[in-house]
Nanobody
């Protein structure tokens, strides 16, 4: 019903920057949340940042001040600007969408971000 397509993952050196994009398509409800999660090898998937259709944002403490989430609601697209990247940021980053009326959401396929030491 909803498809999410991520792009922008790459290999970057410590201190570098990347910009991730995720385009949502399908049956998008106007009241929703879009976000980014990440999963490193051997670790649980964790929230990186999220943004609601009303503009409310939430960030992991580990990325506050370095990452910025934004959205273009007209295009149903969410972005994650990642600055001052660290090796600990290395993970597969997944886009997430949830209709506020339901509990479960949708996941993108993931995009690999690798930060070299």
């Amino acid at each position: 019903q909803v498809q999410l397509v991520e792009s922008g993952g790459d290999l970057v050196q410590t201190g570098g920057s990347l910009r991730l994009s995720c385009a949502a398509s399908g049956s998008i409800f106007v009241v929703n949340v879009l976000g980014w999660y990440r999963q490193a090898p051997g670790k649980q998937r964790e929230l990186v940042a999220s943004i609601s259709s009303g503009g409310t944002t939430d960030y992991s403490n580990s990325v506050k001040g370095r990452f910025t989430i934004s959205r273009d609601s007209a295009k149903n697209t969410v972005y994650l600007q990642m600055n001052s990247l660290k090796p600990d940021d290395t993970a597969v980053y997944y886009c997430y969408y949830r209709d506020f009326r339901i509990q479960n959401g949708y996941w993108g396929q993931g995009t690999q971000v690798t930060v070299s030491s």
